[in-house]
């Protein structure tokens, strides 16, 4: 009977996960009913299975049936990903820009209706490029997806031996993941691209400004980089949500992507001035304290020190799941 599960998981895997629990029972239905037609009350054998499959025809046939038309730029199989990964980042933005406009307000509560206009117009803006990215990446996964499917239809008669093997539990994703990634994602995109993601300055109890720790003109140059770290961040998370367990591709496919990310995050850091190259001249001005005292060189210390273990457990985290990436890889061949 394995024989008869591997061929409905090849069906199914290929549909909208609504519709997949549907599907199974009718096409067990069917198959039950076809052996039935064949042997009667006889016993069913392998033989039986092999001929009732074969009669079915090519699980990317059937699949095709059930999904309806595949003239689409998304189309159903990878609908149900797309959709979420969207209504993710989307939240995610409103959220940090809703962030932004509360910590506007509370500096300048006078300034309201100014901050809530800023708050609007940013969000038309910057909504439709968020689902702008997410559809050109789930556009180009549907494009060399169909291009792939079309190809092996055309080079190889479908046989029963092209059968996918039923899916390991163990390797199963959980959704719980890749969304959690895509939120990170985007808050921190959403922070790097902001002027308050640095230290919030008090005085008499009300925030007065903040010092940011990052260099303004760096990042207007280095958005392009940044806006593709987003890109292959959201892409490695979206694979995650289309094969839903761990395979040798998905594996080839994150390390790659990891390797990208690492090659543009030390070129993106050690190519450009990345952090505030007055941070230490804003902080003694707002702190008093004066230049070349314990207190400044201390602090200074703690800075250099700060800035650097950071670019090093990024560099160190890319790395490691890179090789995490590969020794599972090889353990699974």
């Given at each position: 009977?394995?024989l ?10 290929r549909?909208p996960?609504?519709q ?11 198959i ?5 037609d ?38 159903p199989?990878?609908?149900d990903?797309?959709?979420?990964v969207?209504?993710?980042?989307l ?7 809703g962030m ?11 300034q309201?209706?100014?901050h ?8 038309v ?9 997410v ?10 997806g169909?291009i ?19 899916p ?17 994602l ?5 922070m790097?691209?902001?002027q ?8 008499n ?7 940011p720790f990052?260099n ?15 890109g292959?961040?959201?892409?490695k998370?979206a694979?995650?949500l ?8 998905l ?5 790659l992507i990891?390797?990208i990310?690492?090659?543009v995050?030390i070129?993106?850091v050690?190519t ?6 007055n941070?230490?001249?804003?902080l003694?001005q ?16 703690i ?9 090093i457990?990024l ?12 020794f599972?890889m090889?353990?699974m061949?």
């Amino acid at each position: 009977m394995e024989l008869i599960e591997r061929y409905i998981y090849a069906v199914t895997r290929r549909l909208p996960q609504s519709q997949r629990e549907e599907v199974v029972k009718e096409l067990r239905g069917l198959i039950a009913d076809m052996l039935d037609d064949q042997i009667g009350e006889g016993k069913v054998s392998d033989s039986h299975i092999e001929e009732v499959l074969m009669e079915l025809g090519d699980p990317r046939e059937l699949a095709r049936q059930y999904g309806g038309k595949n003239k689409f730029v998304i189309g159903p199989v990878l609908f149900d990903p797309y959709m979420t990964v969207l209504k993710i980042s989307l939240i995610s933005i409103v959220l940090a820009m809703g962030m932004v406009f509360v910590i506007k307000v509370y500096m300048d509560p006078v300034q309201v209706i100014d901050h809530f206009v800023s708050f609007i117009v940013s969000t038309v803006i910057t909504i439709p490029q968020g689902v702008g990215w997410v559809t050109l990446v789930f556009g180009l996964l549907e494009y060399f997806g169909g291009i792939n499917e079309q190809k092996h239809s055309v080079q190889n008669t479908w046989k029963l031996a092209d059968l996918p093997p039923l899916p390991d539990t163990k390797r199963q994703i959980k959704r719980c993941e890749p969304i959690a990634g895509i939120v990170f994602l985007v808050l921190l995109f959403m922070m790097f691209t902001s002027q308050y993601f640095g230290i919030f300055i008090f005085k008499n109890g009300e925030l007065n400004t903040v010092i940011p720790f990052l260099n303004k003109e760096a990042i207007l140059t280095t958005m392009p980089a940044i806006i593709l770290l987003l890109g292959l961040g959201i892409l490695k998370e979206a694979l995650k949500l289309v094969y839903e367990r761990w395979t040798k591709k998905l594996f080839l496919y994150t390390i790659l992507i990891n390797a990208i990310s690492l090659a543009v995050v030390i070129l993106m850091v050690y190519t450009s001035s990345f952090w505030n190259p007055n941070f230490m001249l804003e902080l003694s001005q707002v702190h008093n304290i004066a230049v070349g005292s314990e207190a400044y060189d201390t602090t200074q210390t703690i800075w250099n020190t700060s800035t650097g273990l950071f670019v090093i457990f990024l560099i160190i985290g890319l790395i490691w799941e890179i090789v995490k990436g590969i020794f599972k890889m090889r353990k699974m061949s």
